[in-house]
Structures are given as structure tokens and as C-alpha cells.
């Protein structure tokens, strides 16, 4: 820790004893040495100036760092100057020196010298001021980050806390599969993905692996069903699995449904909120004519695949995490395919 420059008026004395070069204890006239700063060891000190008596020419800068009485510990030869043999009477003053403005803040320069010391200089300014002592969640450092794509993210320089939101993927709806005559077949909606926030200290780390959950396919007429969504997750930090994928039924004779969808399974890492990612509801075959799918889960981030019409192919997911729709066949129809879950999302706050 820096020590504190201190200062007086007017304080001024002359030696009552001379002193050599190598001395480190001066004392002053009795009684004056109360007319000067009383620093504290280890946390104060102040400049003093000795001129010599008969010239007035000759000068030397020292830092005082105690004061007892009218005894003085001193540390010699600063700013340049000569430590050097003095004489009873030599004049003593606590007087402005040009180190004494290497200490001072300029207000007109918008305290610039904090920052052309550094950013160590800078961190522990904030520091001085309270703005953050390493332990508690400080200022914000930038905009959040987004990310959306797997790969290795590195922290910035300075934070030591990361506010973590993610998403898992959204799922993939089932195809609805081909139907004879006086038959239908449906397909429900895929679910979301999973949703969490927590934060974490990140002090000991510089970087860490982002993993995006990808959005689950949609069932094919080679492959009926459709994929649950990927879990997305930050490191070991925190993850947030992905949504069911949507189950087809049928063909077979109306009315009838589908297996229900199921929430994805729960998030792990958590200390804020972890949310699992709700399921999609029925799709219904009530007639021939009327065999409807079910839309796609809304995500925290995002919106479900928006229901088809009868025969029509089925909608991907929105956003992010968001759930596909399903679809529905009437009678003497080919394969209808699945759609789309979408991708997972994580967005980080850093913070000093």
C-alpha cells in the first residue's frame, strides 16, 4: 500500500544538532517539533527540506516517517538530492517539493495518472474506492456475451464472476406416418429445451468449453421419430438439457391419441433458477377430417413450431430452444416429416 503524503503550514525549524551524511535521526529545535506532520509507521510520512544556514544554496530532500517529540527518523537524499554532512542551525521546513505533485491527482487531467501506471494501478484504485474487493459481484465489464455456437470461451482479463444464462435445444417433432383408407395419423410437438441462470466465481479460470445443444431433427420417412434436443453447458459450471422430441400416432381409425410429451429433464449447476423444458401438449385425431398436431413448447428464449394444417408439413421451432410443431395426415397420404427443434443459447455477464 502506498503512504500517505501528509503536510503542514508553516511548519519550520533549524537543527539542534549537526548531523553526517549517513544519519537517519535528526533532532530539531525544542519545542518545533510539534509544529510538523505526526506520521504513522508504515502509513505516512512527509517531505522536509534542509537548507543550509549560510548560503541558503545548498539543499537536501528527505521523507520523514516518525516523529517523537522533536526527534526525527528520516530517509535521506530524495528527489535527487545529496545526502550530506549538516550543521547545527541549518534550516528545516515541511515545504511543497516537485515529488509532492507525483502524488496528487490531477482533477484537470480526469486522474489520467492512475492510468498511464497500468491496470494494476487501475484495479486497485477501484479497489481504494470500494467499487469491488475481489469477493462480491462488481461492475459490469462490457455488454453480455452472447454465444451460440460450440467452441473454447475466454474470460476477459479482470473478471472474476460470470452470470451464466442457458438454454438447451429444442426438440424435433416425429414425422406422421403414411395412412390408408379411413385412417389418420399425428404427430405431437417437440419440447423445450431446459432453462438456468447462476453465477459463479471465476477468478482461477481463464477459459472454459461452451457446448450450444443443437435443436433436435425431425422424424423422416425412413426414420418416424423425431430427436430430443442437445444439452447445452458451460464447462462443469452449469448445463441445461434439451427438449423431448414430439412421439408420433397412428395410422389408425379416429379418435385416438398420442403418448404424451414429457418436460426435458432437469438442469444441473444451477444456484439461481433451473427450469426443466416443458413438454409439448397432445396432438388429437377426433375424425377424417379432423387430425390435428400440436405446436412446439415455447422456450424462456424462445417460441414453439406454430401448428399445421391437416396434410401440411410441420413447422420448426423459433428463437432459441423452442420446440418443433407436429403434423397430421388424413386418409391415403404418403409420410409426413418432422420439423426442426432450434439450437440452445448461453449468455454471459462478466463481472470485475
Not at 265 to 278: C, R
Request: aromatic share 4%.
Amino acid at each position: 500500500m502506498a503512504l500517505r503524503l501528509l503536510a503542514n503550514n508553516n511548519a519550520k525549524s533549524v537543527l539542534a544538532a549537526g548531523i553526517s551524511a549517513s544519519a537517519t535521526v535528526i533532532t530539531v529545535s525544542s519545542g518545533t517539533g510539534a509544529l510538523f506532520p505526526q506520521p504513522i509507521s508504515g502509513q505516512s510520512y512527509f517531505k522536509l527540506t534542509i537548507v543550509d544556514a549560510a548560503t541558503k544554496l545548498i539543499t537536501e530532500i528527505m521523507h520523514v516517517t516518525s516523529v517523537s517529540g522533536d526527534v526525527m527518523t528520516v530517509q535521506r537524499g530524495q528527489e535527487g538530492t545529496t545526502a550530506r554532512v549538516w550543521s547545527t542551525n541549518d534550516i528545516v521546513a515541511n515545504m511543497l517539493t516537485a515529488g509532492s505533485f507525483l502524488s496528487c491527482l490531477q482533477i484537470a487531467n480526469n486522474f489520467s495518472e492512475i492510468a498511464a501506471e497500468g491496470s494494476e494501478a487501475v484495479r486497485q484504485a477501484l479497489l481504494n474506492l470500494g467499487s469491488s474487493d475481489g469477493t462480491i459481484n462488481g461492475r459490469l465489464m462490457g455488454v453480455p456475451r452472447v454465444v451460440t455456437s460450440s467452441g473454447t470461451f475466454t474470460k476477459t482479463p479482470g473478471a472474476t464472476k460470470w452470470r451464466i444464462r442457458i438454454l438447451g435445444a429444442g426438440g424435433g417433432s416425429s414425422a406422421a406416418p403414411a395412412t390408408g383408407a379411413g385412417q389418420v395419423s399425428i404427430s405431437n410437438g417437440g419440447g423445450a429445451g431446459a432453462y438456468a441462470e447462476g453465477i459463479y466465481d471465476v477468478s482461477a479460470l481463464t477459459s472454459v468449453m461452451i457446448t450450444i445443444g443443437l435443436g433436435g431433427k425431425g422424424g423422416t420417412a425412413s426414420s418416424l421419430y423425431g430427436e430430443d434436443g442437445g444439452t447445452s453447458s458451460v464447462g462443469t459450471l452449469i448445463s441445461a438439457p434439451g427438449g423431448k422430441a414430439g412421439l408420433p400416432a397412428g395410422p389408425a381409425n379416429p379418435p385416438f391419441q398420442p403418448v404424451a410429451n414429457t418436460n426435458s429433464n432437469s438442469p444441473t449447476g444451477w444456484n439461481i433458477v433451473g427450469i426443466s423444458g416443458p413438454g409439448s401438449e397432445c396432438a388429437s385425431a377426433i375424425s377424417t377430417e379432423y387430425a390435428i398436431a400440436s405446436r412446439g413448447a415455447n422456450s424462456q428464449l424462445g417460441v414453439g413450431g406454430s401448428i399445421p394444417a391437416i396434410n401440411n408439413p410441420a413447422n420448426n421451432g423459433g428463437g432459441y430452444g423452442g420446440g418443433a410443431s407436429g403434423c397430421s395426415n388424413g386418409p391415403l397420404r404418403p409420410v409426413n416429416p418432422g420439423a426442426d427443434g432450434q439450437n440452445g443459447i448461453v449468455i454471459i455477464e462478466e463481472l470485475a
